[in-house]
């Protein structure tokens, strides 16, 4: 038996990653039987056949997390790219990306990319972040800024990249790692927004212990796992700082009177925007429930 790591599945073919190099398998069928898929990132035992030299998989070990949309499996980091011009920065789907990658249980890292372009608002929306204690670092490619310090948040994980098409995640991937070759993506004129490049979910290795995956990142931002609009607080770091100091412990930081998150946006100390962004997905799940 050998062990691996799943870098690539294509047409009913997994491409594991061992010792003695990438190895073509097949999944046996007793996993079809229990209902069992194996994912890229899944750590597997295979056999080699003597008959066709092909691996066949014989066991999936324990996963430490298991993400859907991209399928993969033991994930730890989450890197959200979002560029600072060209497609403009989108706080609502960073924040939304931040909810999702909390809700999957990932270490995250906010990566504010091109920031060459306008470094003012840069560094602005990255003391937000800092501040909302999250690990935010700027990056460009075209100025080399902050590609080592990416490579060393790296380290030690199978990290997946999320973000808009056109903010520069394969250029960040193609910048750490020459031997990547990932097609990067066009802005659209009529749109400002990107195309999308990556078709399949691939492990690229950066070394023997650490990989990023190469995918669209969250194709679904969908809320329905907080069925309750008022468990969205805990998703977001600086307003869960002020859990308790409300007038009423039920508060959601809406129209409640003696709210001290608003009292803190009121008085610069939270991010009137973020706090924006939230009551907009406060009224989304509120609304989920009244259809429901």
Not at 37 to 48: A, E, H, N, W
Not at 198 to 212: C, D, G
Not at 257 to 282: D, F, H, Q, T, W
């Amino acid at each position: 038996m050998i062990e691996g790591t799943i870098v690539k599945g294509i047409g009913g073919f997994y491409y594991v990653r061992t010792e003695k190099g990438i190895i073509q398998s097949r999944a046996r069928g007793n996993f079809r039987e229990t209902n069992i898929t194996p994912l890229v990132g899944d750590k597997v035992s295979i056999r080699i056949s003597a008959e066709d030299n092909n691996g066949y998989i014989e066991e999936i070990f324990d996963r430490k997390t298991e993400l859907l949309r991209p399928p993969v499996a033991n994930v730890t980091q989450a890197v959200i790219v979002s560029s600072i011009r060209n497609p403009d920065l989108n706080t609502w789907l960073l924040d939304r990306m931040l909810v999702m990658a909390d809700e999957q249980g990932l270490d995250v890292l906010i990566c504010i990319n091109k920031c060459e372009i306008d470094r003012e608002y840069a560094e602005f929306v990255g003391s937000i972040y800092k501040n909302a204690g999250y690990k935010t670092i700027l990056t460009s490619v075209k100025e080399n800024e902050g590609l080592e310090e990416l490579k060393d948040f790296l380290e030690n994980h199978i990290s997946v990249f999320a973000g808009p098409s056109g903010v520069g995640k394969s250029s960040l991937l193609n910048s750490i790692n020459t031997n990547y070759d990932l097609e990067i993506g066009k802005i659209s004129l009529k749109t400002s927004r990107g195309k999308h490049t990556t078709r399949h979910v691939e492990l690229l290795e950066l070394n023997k212990n650490s990989f990023v995956l190469d995918s669209p990142g969250f194709s679904s931002l969908s809320l329905d796992f907080i069925e309750d609009e008022i468990d969205l607080k805990h998703y977001f770091k600086d307003i869960e700082e002020y859990n308790g100091q409300c007038k009423f412990s039920s508060c959601i930081h809406l129209n409640e009177p003696g709210c001290a998150v608003k009292k803190a946006v009121e008085s610069n100390k939270l991010s009137e925007e973020r706090y924006k962004n939230y009551i907009m997905m406060i009224n989304e799940i509120k609304n989920r429930k009244r259809r429901y």
